[in-house]
């Protein structure tokens, strides 16, 4: 694959909706199943992810004709695994109340498949500012797909919304449970899938 | 064999460089870390106390750190404390080292404030003033008075013990006659769900109100927690008075209930505690018996 011929703000609303990494790529499905369960969670993780995904894009995009290509994997992993604990120390020292609810996934994201999938397929073929808004929209796209699942599951789990009691009763307990993320995930995923093929089917009939 | 020595130096290099990028956050964030954590500790001590943002500690509570040492001499140990003590209305402190039958072996005045006395660096240098020597000297813990005007309140003690899978921090709050005010559990790595309950209200404060006497033979049982006990742990102050005398009159003696499934976990806090109180207890006792004995001023 050559550079990329896409403008800065296609890269960025590519990677919320047309290449959403959850619901599109189905990359990084362990967080998206697994700490869904309150918008707050979603949202701090998503950050997190964000500021990582952005920092390795940029550091690889950098350093990408001084990587030997047998190498490659073992280079992301420690530029991932490098901002994964700067982020974790900044995290640790100025936000200590944030940090006790996700320091322990925090440490998970070197292992997030989206981070490295992105590091392979565009980063290390593409320049910096490119790769710093590819990670921007990679990142809020991920952002974005863990705060709605996050925001049924709360709503339909708890009766919660960011914390605050909304319904006052709990309409289906199963939603807190992990096997709830799937169909959650799942059915987001099919909803993609119909927007898309709406959009081209209209697009085709107006062509 | 060329390409062997590039993949080994561009790997060698990145390596370098993470660690330079980490080596950098680590200088800037590890102040920010260590205040943290230090007023963390500060308002865990006060709330054990009882103080709090609603109900802020008076003006004449004062905590004092006492710390101790072990004095390595000639093939001799020694205990060596160093106890705050006030000398015309000045703060100080004075190491004291004990032989192990507590028997006072010297007195050394240090020239040291207490908050400088707070900071590692300093406390060691001012140790090795005080002994003129620099062998032998190994720093063991920090006990902490509080003291209301010229009352003994409580004693905290942070301190350690072996959990389920690491270590647990915890800080534990003593009355004066040993008897537990309070429990906090500071960092542990137990597992989430099943031993990382230890930090619970429902098991925590089940240690609060435990006599002495009744710590030294305190057990684990393995029974369901009842519900309206469980209900008083969960928030003691909360309940009115009455309701909570009667439920502390009725389970205030039992054994500690153990968490589900963690009985391993409940059982490492368990003995930890009674271990940290005992020795605790005994330790302060001789060093009293000292204070008393040489009239020192001690501020403990």
């Known amino acids: 694959m050559a550079a990329t011929k896409k403008t800065n703000s296609q890269l960025v609303l590519d990677g919320i909706f047309l290449e959403n990494p959850i619901f599109r790529l189905a990359l990084s499905m362990c967080p998206a199943v697994g700490l869904t369960t309150s918008i707050k969670n979603g949202l701090l993780l998503g950050t997190a992810v964000l500021f990582v995904q952005v920092f390795s894009s940029c550091t690889i995009a950098a350093i ?19 901002w ?42 593409n320049s910096v500012s490119a790769s710093w808004w590819d990670g921007i929209g990679m990142g809020f796209g991920f952002m974005f797909g863990m705060v709605t699942i996050g925001f049924v ?33 799942g059915i987001m995923m099919a909803m993609f899938n119909y927007v898309e093929v709406v959009y081209n089917r209209r697009k085709e009939s107006k062509s | 064999m060329n390409e062997f020595v590039k993949i080994t130096f561009r790997l060698t290099l990145s390596c370098l460089m993470a660690a330079l990028v980490m080596g ?21 001590m006060l709330s054990l ?10 003006k004449e509570l004062k905590l004092y750190s006492l710390y101790r040492y072990i004095i390595e001499e000639k ?57 003129k020597t620099e062998q032998g000297i190994a720093y063991q813990d920090r006990t902490v008075v509080a003291r209301l005007g010229d009352q003994r309140l409580a004693y905290l003690l942070p301190g350690k013990f072996g959990g389920f899978k690491t270590f647990i921090n915890v800080i534990l709050s003593l009355n004066p006659d040993f008897a537990i005010r309070g429990l906090e559990i500071m960092e542990h790595e137990e597992d989430p769900g099943l031993g990382a309950e230890i930090s619970q209200n429902y098991f925590k404060n089940q240690f609060r109100n435990k006599s002495f006497e009744r710590l030294k033979s305190l057990d684990v049982i393995k029974e369901p927690l009842p519900d309206e006990y469980r209900a008083y742990l969960n928030a003691p102050d909360k309940m009115d008075k009455d309701k909570a005398d009667a439920i502390i009159k009725q389970y205030g003696e039992k054994d500690i209930y153990a968490l589900t499934g963690s009985t ?10 009674k271990n940290m109180v005992k020795r605790f207890a005994y330790r302060i006792q001789v060093l009293n018996d000292v204070i008393a004995d040489q009239k020192i001023p001690a501020l403990i």
Do not use: W
């Open chain 1, 153 to 185: 599951r709360e709503l339909l789990g708890s009766g919660m919304l960011l914390g605050y009691d909304v319904l006052g009763f709990k309409p289906l307990l199963f939603f807190v449970l992990p096997a709830a993320g799937f169909f959650c995930v």
């Open chain 2, 75 to 131: 093939g001799t140990t020694y205990l060596g404390y160093m106890v705050p003590v006030t000398e015309s209305g000045k703060e100080s402190y004075e190491l004291l080292k004990l032989n192990l039958e507590g028997k006072l072996m010297q007195r050394v005045p240090m020239n040291i404030s207490p908050d400088a006395a707070a900071e590692d660096a300093e406390r060691a240098t001012a140790m090795k003033e005080a002994l």
């Open chain 1, 64 to 82: 990408k004709n001084f990587i030997h290509p047998r190498i490659r994997i073992p280079t992301y992993t420690l530029t991932i695994a490098t």
């Open chain 2, 24 to 44: 950098t956050a680590f200088i800037f964030t590890d102040k920010a870390k260590k205040h943290n954590e230090h007023v963390n500790v500060q308002t865990t």
């Open chain 2, 264 to 273: 391993i976990s409940s059982r490492s806090v368990t003995d930890g505690v």
């Open chain 1, 84 to 125: 994964v604990t700067v982020i974790d120390l900044v995290l640790a020292a100025y936000v200590p109340d944030a940090y006790k609810q996700v320091g322990l996934f925090v440490k998970l994201i070197v292992a997030f498949a989206i981070i490295t999938m992105r590091l392979e397929m565009f980063a290390c073929k």
């Open chain 2, 49 to 58: 106390l009882g103080y709090s943002d609603l109900n802020p500690a008076p």
